[in-house]
């Protein structure tokens, strides 16, 4: 069991993670937003080219959504979260304009029960035992 502290933003409290990216030899930290509601893992475009990765060379995906297409591109990366390593796919978009990054159903939620804890402000990590 990983158990995490909401992140302060703007005076409200988040389910979110500081994680790692890597690619090849590269590592970049990022934090992510633990979002139920997200199908996918979704980054903005400067994580990709931090990494070098060239992300239109990804498999592109329309999303829409209440403000319309959105433009991304599917890679399989490995997030380090607390010390592990885990692969995931991840979708990258130069178009992505959210305050953070989204860490989805899709990937994320698959090796975890997710708890969140609101009134601890609190988000528990169990890994999911078939």
């Not at 329309?62 to 010390?83: P, Q």
């Not at 178009?95 to 159903?105: A, E, I, T």
Request: aromatic share 14%; proline share 3%.
């Amino acid at each position: 069991m990983m158990a995490f502290t909401y992140q302060e933003h703007g005076g409200r409290h988040y389910p979110s993670l500081n994680i790692e990216l890597c690619h090849l030899d590269k590592r970049v930290a990022a934090e992510a937003l633990v979002d139920s509601g997200a199908n996918f893992c979704l980054f903005k475009a400067e994580f990709a080219d931090a990494l070098g990765i060239p992300i239109e060379r990804g498999t592109k995906v329309l999303f829409k959504g209440i403000g319309g297409d959105l433009a991304c591109y599917r890679h399989v990366l490995t997030f380090r979260i607390a010390g592990r390593d885990f692969e995931w796919p991840v979708y990258f978009s130069r178009q992505f304009r959210f305050s953070m990054n989204l860490l989805g159903r899709g990937g994320f939620f698959e090796p975890f029960d997710v708890t969140f804890r609101e009134r601890r402000k609190e988000l528990v990590l169990t890994e999911a035992h078939e």
